[in-house]
Nanobody, 127 residues
Framework: VQLQASGGGLVQAGGSLRLSCAVS????????LGWFRQAPGQERDAVAF????????RYADSVEGRSTVSRDNAKNTAWLEMNNLKPEDSAIYYC?????????????????????WGQGTQVTVSS
């Protein structure tokens, strides 16, 4: 399984970005998905999680209310849309997938639960 994150870039504070995560193979629907980010010198932080069907989602407090995670299993793709971006959102954003037995409600909420990771996409928010 390979993951390709894209859509990052340089944006002004208050702007928006939509990150994409393309997943190879035919088993995307079997995986819960998460978005994480890591800023220089800081630990990797969770951003958002989504269940296999997309029915359940959860967000970090830092992005709650201004981010939306979604997925299309037919397209093997997930997205993270972020609005009202702040300089503190600047980081490399990673998508990851891991197996979960629950189709609708299962979320993987820690990095160690994820088996496959993408290479990351840089998001820089200027003030």
């Amino acid at each position: 399984v390979q993951l390709q994150a894209s859509g990052g870039g340089l944006v002004q504070a208050g702007g928006s970005l939509r990150l994409s995560c393309a997943v190879s193979g035919n088993s995307f629907k079997n995986y819960a998905l998460g978005w994480f980010r890591q800023a220089p010198g800081q630990e990797r932080d969770a951003v958002a999680f989504i269940s296999r069907s997309g029915m359940s989602t959860r967000y970090a407090d830092s992005v709650e209310g201004r981010s939306t995670v979604s997925r299309d299993n037919a397209k093997n793709t997930a997205w993270l849309e972020m609005n009202n971006l702040k300089p503190e959102d600047s980081a490399i954003y990673y998508c990851a997938v891991g197996f979960h037995s629950s189709l609708n409600y299962g979320l993987l909420t820690t990095a160690r639960q994820y088996r496959y990771w993408g290479q990351g996409t840089q998001v820089t928010v200027s003030s």
